[in-house]
């Protein structure tokens, strides 16, 4: 039961923080909307900051389960897992909106560069070094899948591009190309 109230407070300082930015961010706000008292959340956090870095751990988490699931099914193909985890990436963050809004205001607040494109830096330089790629070859790949799975999400998130199955399968192709 605690674990579940201390789960159900990241998830709604999440949302506040994508709602109202890390500055808006009101513990009371967050206790009153899961229906317990002002106090409560500091039996679980130590402070408003705690919470925020727990929050931000809690996305971190998410997203790594989903791509050591995905790098599990795939870790004999260096090519399916970049694409895996390319369109896995795209639509997490398309499913999980407020994630993004929470990383981005805590990255303006704190002034820092953080983000999961590790992971697909680190993906296409063991693809590119699989297929034997020379160290120009691969720069332009990780220039190009990056900024395509980034620019396809921001269309998603926009609503330039329908988030459909459809346009998911011409993404697919798209990200195929480029491998």
């Given at each position: 039961m605690e674990e579940t109230l201390r789960n159900r407070l990241i998830v709604t300082g999440a949302k506040e923080i994508a709602e109202n930015g890390i500055a808006g961010f009101s513990l009371r706000k967050i206790a009153s909307e899961c229906g317990i008292s002002c106090a409560a959340p500091y039996k679980h956090?130590?402070?408003?900051?705690?919470?925020?870095?727990?929050i931000i751990r809690y996305i971190h988490i998410q997203w790594e389960l989903l791509r050591d699931q995905i790098l599990s099914i795939f870790e004999v193909d260096e090519r399916r897992c970049l694409l895996e985890v390319c369109i896995a990436y795209i639509r997490f963050w398309i499913t999980n909106p407020s994630y993004r809004k929470v990383l981005s205001a805590y990255?303006?607040?704190?002034h820092t560069e953080e983000h999961s494109?590790?992971?697909?830096?680190a993906l296409v330089l063991s693809y590119c070094q699989h297929i034997g790629d020379d160290e120009e070859s691969t720069k332009r790949r990780t220039l190009s899948m990056k900024a395509k799975v980034y620019g396809i999400t921001t269309m998603l998130e926009h609503g330039e591009l329908a988030n459909t199955e459809e346009s998911f399968s011409l993404i697919r192709r798209i990200l195929e190309e480029e491998l």
């Open positions: 956090f130590k402070n408003k900051d705690e919470l925020i870095l727990e990255n303006k607040e704190t494109f590790v992971d697909i830096d």
